[in-house]
C-alpha cells in the first residue's frame, strides 16, 4: 500500500514538473516575439508630416535612416481610415511632402519628393478616393533639347498647380583653335534647366515650358 501511495506521488511530481515546463516554453516564446515587436517599433522615424486637403487627412511616416527607407501613407476621413495605408521603400530621405489636385478632378493627389540623385529618382506619387488609391508614376525620360546635358539629380516641386523640375546641366561650347594650329580647346560651363508639367485626365504628364539657368 505505501509502494502505491509513492508511485502515486512520484507520477504526480513528474506531471507538475513537466506542466511548468511547458509553461516555461511559452513565456519564452513570447519575450522573444515582444522583443521583435519592440524593435520593430522603435525604428527611428526619419520624416514625419500630417498634410489635409479638403476633408482628407494624410499622415505620412519613413523609418530608417540608411539610403533605403520605409514609407506608409494613412488617409483619413474624419477618425477613419478609408484605404489600407501606403507601405513601400524608398531612395533616399524625404525632402518634401506636400498635397495637390493637378488634373482637377476633385480626388487629393500627395507627392513624396527624396534627395535621390539617380536619373529620373526622387519622385512618389498618389491620386486617393473614398475607398482606394492609384499611383500616380513620374514624368520619365526627357527626350529632345531639352534632354541635351541631362544627368540625372533632378529636384521637385509643385508651383501653380503644376509639378517642376530642375536639374543640373552641363553645355560643351569649343573655342576658337590657337594660331599656333594647336587643337581646339572645349570649356563646359554648367548651369540648371527647369521643366514644368500638367498633369491631363488620364494621369500622364504633358510638358510645358523649359527654362535654362543661369551657371
Do not use: H
Not at 136 to 158: E, Q
Not at 163 to 168: A, D
Amino acid at each position: 500500500m505505501k509502494a502505491r501511495v509513492l508511485v502515486l506521488l512520484s507520477a504526480s511530481v513528474v506531471a507538475a514538473t513537466a506542466c511548468d515546463s511547458s509553461r516555461g516554453i511559452v513565456e519564452d516564446t513570447s519575450t522573444q516575439m515582444s522583443t521583435v515587436e519592440s524593435t520593430v517599433a522603435t525604428e527611428p522615424v526619419s520624416f514625419s508630416r500630417d498634410l489635409t486637403q479638403g476633408n482628407a487627412r494624410f499622415e505620412i511616416r519613413t523609418t530608417g535612416s540608411e539610403a533605403q527607407r520605409q514609407l506608409t501613407i494613412r488617409s483619413y476621413r474624419g477618425a477613419a481610415l478609408t484605404t489600407e495605408p501606403v507601405r513601400l521603400d524608398i531612395n533616399g530621405a524625404v525632402r518634401e511632402a506636400v498635397t495637390g489636385d493637378l488634373n482637377g478632378n476633385g480626388k487629393p493627389e500627395i507627392y513624396i519628393f527624396t534627395d535621390a540623385s539617380t536619373a529620373n529618382g526622387g519622385f512618389y506619387g498618389y491620386e486617393f478616393s473614398d475607398r482606394a488609391y492609384t499611383p500616380i508614376i513620374g514624368p520619365g525620360l526627357i527626350t529632345g533639347p531639352a534632354a541635351v546635358g541631362y544627368a540625372g539629380k533632378d529636384t521637385y516641386m509643385l508651383s501653380n498647380n503644376m509639378l517642376s523640375r530642375t536639374f543640373p546641366v552641363t553645355d560643351g561650347t569649343a573655342s576658337a583653335a590657337s594660331t599656333d594650329g594647336a587643337a581646339a580647346t572645349t570649356t563646359t560651363t554648367p548651369g540648371s534647366r527647369t521643366i514644368t508639367y500638367k498633369l491631363d485626365p488620364s494621369g500622364k504628364w504633358v510638358m510645358g515650358q523649359v527654362m535654362d539657368g543661369q551657371p
